[in-house]
């Protein structure tokens, strides 16, 4: 069984995106805050003693900015896996901003992370995310004996743990079987 520290990246910055007036997805390329910054080093402090062998990342630029404040510090080279992506909250792309997003996940947590019978919804499903972040697991604790850091983002750390509204800069504790099925 191997130990996974699930990371949520630090703050972002959106303001480089909502300026310009990018809409959707464009938002993933939004950089840390100078909070996150700040968060992304206390995190890396943290974990120091934890003996990680193994840093895996989201692609999108506020996790990978974290993953490499973290990787620097703890000498990790940062691997990139694009399952551990955010939670697409439209899979048309065409949502404008927060309030957008917001909307879909009110809407996720009406139906209790999974699209109602036979209706399905533009958002995807947690049962969805969970599967593609196992599958990403496993594909890199294979390669590791030791403990794992995986830099992602809320909605993913929800759907592999419960942990609802992990803050920026944070982890949550994950202890992964990659035989366990459930």
Known sequence: ?????LVRHGAPDYEPVEGRGWPGMAADSAPLSTEGVKQAETLADLLSGIGATYLVSS???????????????????????YDLRDWLPNSTGTWRGVADVRAAQAELDEYDGEWPDGIPRPWEPLSAVRERARAAITRHTA?????VLAITHAMVVRALTGTKDLPHGSHEYYRYDATDNS
């Open 59 to 81: 692609p999108f630029t506020r996790a990978l900015q974290s993953a490499s404040i973290i990787g620097h510090r703890l000498a990790l080279g940062v691997k990139v896996d």
């Open 143 to 147: 390669s590791t004996d030791g403990p």
């Open 1 to 5: 069984m191997i130990q996974i520290y």
